[in-house]
């Protein structure tokens, strides 16, 4: 079983639509949590950390489930920019942050 | 500021050759990562170095794979008697003291005949 989880998709979504992915994570000593974000043959740049309580920042939201070691980010309002693939990445004890596969999202006009 | 930079940004070698790829991390960043994505994957951990030290040799994938950090700064991964599974993208990250965010440079697509 692969330490960190995700649906690949594609979410194929039109512009305006709320979109959810979610991520899973074998590892209960897992400490802290982000969503990176690639561009199609570009590197991951850092997109959020996920705290316990939750955060928000613009039209992305992150939650955190430890008791389900489970991940997620909302996208509310897409936008054709964020086309993109969305990485979940866990962090445990050392400074190694264990990525995902990814998550693809193409929004349409 | 200047971001993290690697070179070459693509190489292409014959089987067996060895190459070397290098890496120079943003200015006053103590860690630096080595990942490497093949085609349609994720991220694969390779090395972490924390100043010139490696704690965590763990995902390097075999015995022809080596990497050195010199001076705090720039590090190269060496790959040695290189073979077709070995082409992907060489990602390079660092971040500073005490933080968790990696920066990623552009990567090395490392392609292998």
């Known amino acids: 079983r692969k330490e960190v989880e995700q649906d690949p998709g594609p979410f194929n979504v039109p512009e305006g639509a709320t979109v959810a992915f979610n991520c899973t994570y074998s590892n209960s000593a897992s400490q802290s949590f982000f969503w990176y974000r690639q561009d199609c043959r570009k590197e991951p740049k850092l997109l959020m950390s996920v705290y316990s309580s939750g955060n928000e920042d613009g039209r992305f939201t992150a939650q955190l489930n430890r008791a389900s070691q489970y991940i997620s980010l909302l996208i509310r309002d897409s936008k054709l920019s964020d086309s993109a693939t969305y990485l979940c990445?866990?962090?445990?004890?050392?400074?190694?942050?264990?990525f995902g596969t990814g998550t693809r999202l193409q929004v349409f006009p | 500021g200047a971001g993290v930079s690697q070179s070459p940004s693509n190489k292409v070698t014959e089987k067996g050759k060895d190459v070397e790829l290098r890496c120079d991390p943003i200015s006053g960043h103590t860690a630096l990562y080595w990942y490497r994505q093949s085609l349609g994957q994720g991220l694969e951990f390779l090395i972490y170095f924390q100043g010139n030290s490696a704690p965590d040799k763990s995902g390097l994938p075999s015995d022809r794979f080596s990497a050195e950090r010199t001076g705090g700064s720039v590090s190269t991964l060496t790959i040695q008697r290189t073979q077709q599974e070995d082409s992907a993208v060489y990602l390079c990250a660092s971040s500073p003291p005490g933080a968790e965010t990696q920066y990623f440079g552009p990567g090395t697509r490392l392609l292998v005949l």
């Open positions: 990445v866990v962090k445990k004890d050392t400074d190694k942050l264990i």
